[in-house]
């Protein structure tokens, strides 16, 4: 495989991917470490798998039909399915634009920046990248942004040491206490990490508008293995920095985390820690940001077939403005974040289903369709990931 080829196809897969480590998934992974040590490595390695093999099946049909998942589902089943699989999506992802506004705000106070004037530039730089008529532009800002992330949380690693002894007892080994109430709630909060209805969306249709043709199949679906080992790496990294600031002060672990407790455990730890995870929210939350809003946008307006410029400046704006003012008067939105993660197991159970139906429909795959044992890994792993959202979702009460 050439070079040129994986230069050509690089965009759509590793965005998504990198995307994934968003606000709530990096707090999740924090809180996890901080709560539970590296016993939640393990479920995070293993996620690894339906990572890839449901996102490379939503590559795949924006790939091969040239379709998104809305415009898919509403030439398959019809406008009023397309509607029922798409909006309760777009309803869920305002509450995931408040956490990640939320997550952007965390690391301008991490900074020492204003909170009303750096929310005010994030938000206006957001609906000016989001509403790009193409879609490149977004992707030229987009995927530096998603550099920066990945490199961030690298330079963290090497901040806060590993213990080998504890990560090969714990990390590793497949005997965790699911049956322990708190746990299973993060366990859930782990899946809803890694597959997220906007995530399927945005890929279908990035794929689709950058205009990949079947014989880029090959190069996209190693950009999506890569993008998919080293976001669960990513993660394995937030635990393992959780697992250190509990050493530093374990008071930090007796509930949900304090941000400003972890500010100061921080600024006497090591300032470049500070620094880098304060770089490290902003960047996630603007990323993830821009990426829910476009697969929010592209699965509404795919399945009302409406393709006019304005209604997605007025869906980004309608959307973000009251998200953004929300946080700015909101005191704590940390276990909302971990909520919203448990809650996304459920709502991305339509999504999964369509898609399934979708990419081994021989007229929609354009005679490419999944099939064999790819297709019943596809089914199989997309039923553990909703049942294992349920049994966490049952734990919140």
């Known amino acids: 495989m050439e070079y040129k080829e994986l230069l050509k196809t690089f965009g759509p897969a590793w965005i998504v991917m990198i995307a994934d480590v968003d606000v709530a998934s990096i707090v999740e992974g924090l809180q996890s470490g901080v709560a539970w040590g590296y016993r939640m490595v393990f479920i995070m390695l293993i996620l690894t798998i339906p990572l890839f093999f449901i996102q490379d099946a939503a590559g795949t049909l924006g790939t091969v039909s040239g379709m998104g998942l809305g415009e898919a589902i509403r030439k398959k089943f019809g406008k009023k399915q397309a509607i029922i699989a798409s909006i309760p999506m777009s309803i869920t992802d305002f509450l995931e634009y408040v956490v990640e506004y939320a997550g952007i705000g965390l690391g301008l106070e991490l900074?020492?920046?204003?909170?009303?004037?750096?929310?005010?530039?994030?938000?206006?730089?957001?609906?000016?990248?989001?509403?790009?008529?193409?879609?490149?532009?977004?992707?030229?800002?987009?995927?530096?942004?998603?550099?920066?992330?990945?490199?961030?949380?690298?330079?963290?690693?090497?901040?806060?040491?590993?213990?080998?002894?504890?990560?090969?007892?714990?990390?590793?080994?497949?005997?965790?206490?699911?049956?322990?109430?708190?746990?299973?709630?993060?366990?859930?909060?782990?899946?809803?990490?890694v597959i997220m209805p906007w995530m399927l969306f945005f890929h279908s249709g990035a794929d689709s508008r950058k205009k990949l043709k079947i014989e880029n199949m090959r190069a996209e679906r190693l950009e999506t293995l890569v993008g998919a080992i080293i976001s669960e790496v990513l993660m394995v990294v937030t635990v393992i920095v959780g697992y250190n600031l509990n050493k530093l002060d374990p008071s930090i672990g007796s509930d949900i985390l304090d941000y400003n407790l972890l500010a100061s455990i921080l600024k006497n730890f090591n300032l470049s820690a500070l620094y880098l995870l304060g770089v490290g929210f902003i960047a996630s939350g603007f990323l993830a940001l821009v990426v829910i809003s476009m697969a929010s946008a592209w699965g509404a307006l795919e399945a009302l077939n409406i393709n006019k410029h304005k209604w997605y400046v007025m869906i980004y704006s309608l959307e973000s403005l009251p998200a953004m003012v929300l946080v700015l008067i909101s005191k704590n939105l940390v276990y909302l974040m971990l909520e919203l993660m448990v809650i996304y197991t459920i709502v991305v159970a339509p999504p999964l289903y369509y898609l399934g139906r979708l990419v081994s429909d021989y007229k929609i795959m354009k005679g490419k369709p999944i099939k064999g044992i790819r297709l019943k890994l596809y089914w199989l792993l997309s039923a553990l990931i909703v049942i294992g959202g349920l049994l966490g979702f049952i734990s919140l009460f």
């Open 111 to 193: 900074l020492g920046i204003p909170l009303e004037i750096g929310l005010a530039i994030a938000f206006v730089f957001h609906i000016l990248v989001a509403t790009s008529r193409k879609y490149k532009h977004a992707e030229a800002v987009l995927v530096p942004i998603s550099f920066i992330l990945v490199a961030t949380i690298i330079w963290l690693s090497f901040i806060f040491p590993i213990n080998c002894k504890q990560f090969l007892s714990y990390g590793i080994s497949p005997l965790q206490p699911y049956t322990n109430k708190s746990f299973d709630f993060l366990f859930a909060a782990s899946i809803g990490a």
